[in-house]
């Protein structure tokens, strides 16, 4: 959605790609660090994961923000990569359901291929 006036600023020379991307990059920092931490505050106590060490805690909750940015660079790299937003719709559950496979909640380890290995 912000494609036609990002073009239309590039075009006019008014700022670098680079600046469009640090800066909304930076504007968003603080929903991508608020989110997961408030997610992680409800889902630890809520689920009685343990209490009883005092570095599980921030641990998970690193964890989780780690997670929920590199997803949301998941996101950003296809939407740079596909120009077209009804394909990128199509093609986000095609990449990501593998991703979810793989990362062993749904498969066990053990039962995926040696050459499939890496993408675990």
Do not use: C, H
Request: hydrophobic content about 50%; glycine content about 6%; cysteine-free.
């Amino acid at each position: 959605m912000e494609r036609p006036v990002f073009l239309r600023e590039i075009n006019n020379n008014m700022y670098s790609v680079s600046a469009y991307f640090w800066g909304k990059i930076m504007s968003e920092m603080p929903m991508s660090i608020f989110i997961p931490i408030l997610q992680g505050f409800i889902v630890y106590f809520a689920l009685g994961l343990d209490t009883d060490e005092w570095y599980k805690f921030p641990t998970f909750l690193l964890s989780s923000t780690l997670i929920y940015n590199a997803f949301t660079g998941f996101g950003y790299l296809i939407g740079v990569s596909i120009a077209n937003k009804q394909v990128q719709m199509v093609m986000t559950p095609v990449l990501i359901v593998p991703t979810m496979l793989f990362a062993g909640f749904f498969v066990n380890q053990d039962n995926i291929p040696k050459f499939l290995w890496p993408l675990s």
